[in-house]
Each structure stands twice: as C-alpha cells, then as structure tokens.
C-alpha cells in the first residue's frame, strides 16, 4: 500500500469535484500535493485511457461518459473490501491494498495505484486501469463504521494491556499515539468540501488511527514474549479491520 494512501484522496476530491464542490485543478493538485505526478499506466484493450495520460486528461475525458462516483477500496487477505471483481482487479487491488471504483453510464472500472519511479529524481504514482464487474459495492453506513471502530479501539486497548513493555514500539508509535489523542490536530490528506460533517469526523480518527496501525505493525517488537506478541497481533488485525471500514464509509459517504 502507498503509504499516502493515494486511492483515498482521489475518492474524496473526485467526489468533491464531481459534486461542484471544487474544480478538476484544484482536486488533481490536492490529490498530488504528497505524491508527485499522476499518470495512467499499461491499459488494457476497451478500456477509455491512453497510456501515460496525465491524471486531470484522464478524468477529463471519463466524465461525459457518465462519470458519477468514486469509491475506496481496502482489500485484505481473506476481505475484499469493496471489491465486485473481475478477477485481474481483485488481484491487482488485494497486491496494493487499495483501488478505486469508477461508476460510469455503462460501465465500471477499477484503478490500482503504484508508486512511479524514473530515475533517481522522480517520483509520482501510476494508475493501471481495470474492467469491474458492473455492480456497486454494499455500502458502509457511517453509524455502522463508528460504532465498529469504537468497539474495536476498547477491545484492542484490552488486548494490548496484555503487553506489558509497550514503550518497546518506539519514538515513531508513541509519536502516533499522542496525534491520536490530540483532538485539535488534522491529519494530512483527509476529506475534501462537501462531506458531511460526520464522514470527515470519521475519517480523521481513522487515519490517525492507521498510522499507529502501521507503525506498530512494522515493529518487530523485540524483548516481547510470544503471548505478548500474540496479544499484539491480535489487537492490530481488529484494529487495521475496523479503521479500513471507517475510511471506505467516510470516503464513500459523498456517493451515497
């Protein structure tokens, strides 16, 4: 997955610009701001995308094809996270950890990012484009998602009182977790205008909550007993669970 999460700010600010809510430029630049340059990759035969485009000529180009939504998508493993298929996409999304779905007129497609690099210099992501089943995927109501990452963060706070030292997660996730608590500080990216009120709630606790997810998650967690590291694991799998729910609610709210 990138660690900006690239999949999440083109659903939020394509929303946004689909909604009136911010023109093509603006949302292509808040979607660039952190990445670099946005580019389509290999495309497949059918598909309405010339390789190489830059993004803003893509989504230009897609909207009087009935453009009208974007949705995240954060598969894992044994969840496919708003995933309806076809096959190549659901690989290619399970591998990145994200994409997104476009819904158009007559048709639907997937788009997984990776990062782009060429050369020592540049640095920006490539989006390759997929055909997806011609179905939306089943909606996560907000109250539902709030509900769920709550629930989660009290039992995963249970579980990771089983381990004792949990200063050895280091600088990086104690840093996290005090942006957690801090109720005043956004997270970078986040939602663009025209999100209701709850979503961008949501979504800042969520994405402040993937980062100690990740963070712990990198950590080897060394001096830790094995029952320690279980409790661990254990707690960041339902945490990882519930903050990828919160996001695809959050960022899908403006397609509802």
């Known amino acids: 997955m990138l660690r900006e999460l690239s999949s999440a700010q083109l659903v939020a600010w394509g929303n946004a610009w689909l909604a009136g809510r911010a023109g093509l430029d603006d949302a292509v630049g808040a979607v660039e701001r952190d990445t670099g340059p946005h580019v389509v990759g290999e495309v497949a035969d059918g598909l309405p995308f010339e390789q190489g485009a830059a993004l803003r000529s893509a989504l ?7 453009l009208s ?23 290619a999304a399970l591998d990145a950890r ?21 050369g020592s210099s540049y640095l920006g992501v490539s989006w390759t484009p997929y055909p997806a089943a011609a179905a939306d995927p089943e909606p996560v109501p907000l109250a539902d998602a709030e509900h769920g990452l709550q629930s989660a963060i009290r039992e995963s706070a249970a579980l990771f009182g089983q381990v004792d030292d949990i200063s050895s997660w280091g600088p990086e996730v104690t840093r996290a977790l005090a ?43 060394r001096g830790l007993s094995a029952g320690q590291m279980q409790s661990r694991r254990d707690a960041l799998r339902m945490l990882d669970s519930a903050v990828r ?12």
């Open 179 to 221: 942006d957690l608590r801090d109720a005043d500080r956004a997270p970078a990216g986040g939602l663009a205008p025209g999100y209701p009120q709850r979503a961008h709630r949501l979504a800042a606790q969520a994405d402040r909550l993937a980062v100690v997810v990740r963070l712990a998650g990198d950590d080897e967690g």
């Open 98 to 118: 994200e994409a997104v779905l476009l819904r158009l007129a007559e048709t639907r497609i997937g788009l997984v990012p990776s990062e782009d690099r060429r």
């Open 69 to 91: 939504a974007f949705r995240l998508c954060l598969p894992v493993p044994g969840d496919p996270l708003g995933l309806v298929g076809g096959n190549e996409l659901n690989k």
């Open 245 to 256: 729910r919160a996001r695809v609610a959050a960022y899908g709210a403006a397609a509802e």
């Open 60 to 66: 230009a180009r897609l909207r009087p094809r009935g």
